[in-house]
């Protein structure tokens, strides 16, 4: 499973490059409006650090497909790695089918159910982001509807590749991975979450009080 990081914070974004991890950004309009800066100025310094797939999202505010369609090139414009993220909708997908014939590649995002994962794959899109921690958030097991879409898409061996989104936990990476997901993106949070362990501790501490004898 590869790893992309879930964040508009470019420090963020360095640190777990740095760790040798991901291979990929996303981001959307809270995560952009969260660091206070100009989106394709941020989007733009994004793809300096890292040189995979960058996800930026279009504006919440444009809806028409015409508007997703201008919008998406402009975004796309900004760097040859970058990724058009549009929400699923009727108009959504009539932008994702235009945008693939052109190659221009997108993320179709805010997907709670198989049936809409299954329809952005069919109208081209390149990714698709299940939300699972939403789903949780709603008491409602987010992980059935990574296993399902993963099983939906082997079933017909479909391309479009699944990005595990809204993460909130280790442990979802965990059952992300073992749903056969070809992606997490993950907040830089939860990346360090992942490495903590009481055990390490005790043992590296044991590790250096012997060393130290
Ligand atoms: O960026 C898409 C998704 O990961 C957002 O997750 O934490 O806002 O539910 P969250």
Redesign the pocket.
């Known amino acids: 499973m590869k790893f992309f990081i ?1 964040t508009a914070n470019v420090e963020e974004i360095r640190k777990a490059n740095d760790m040798g991890i991901i291979c990929g950004v ?1 981001t ?1 309009p ?2 952009i409006a969260k660091e206070g800066r100009d989106f394709k100025e941020v989007i733009k310094e994004i793809t300096t650090i890292v040189d995979g797939p960058i996800s930026g999202e279009v504006k919440a505010t444009t809806t028409k497909a015409e508007d997703i369609i201008k919008e998406a090139r402009e975004i796309a414009s900004i760097n040859s790695n970058i990724v058009v993220k549009i929400p699923i909708t009727e108009e959504g997908l009539k932008a994702v089918k235009a945008l693939s014939k052109e190659g221009i590649k997108t993320n179709v ?1 805010l997907i709670f159910n198989s049936t809409q994962a299954l329809f952005a794959a069919k109208a081209g899109a390149t990714y698709v ?1 299940p ?1 699972l ?2 789903l949780d958030d709603i008491a409602l097991p987010g992980i059935n509807l990574i296993e399902e879409i993963s099983e939906i898409f082997n079933n017909y061996d479909i391309n479009t590749e699944i990005i595990c ?3 909130r936990s280790p442990l979802h990476i965990a059952e992300c991975a073992l749903a056969g997901a070809d992606i997490a ?1 993950v907040p830089y949070k939860v990346i360090t979450q992942c490495l903590k362990h009481p055990l390490t501790d005790i043992g590296i501490e044991k590790f250096r009080k012997d060393s130290e004898q």
């Open positions: 879930d996303t959307n809270s995560l995002t982001s939300f921690g939403r989104a809204s993460i993106t």
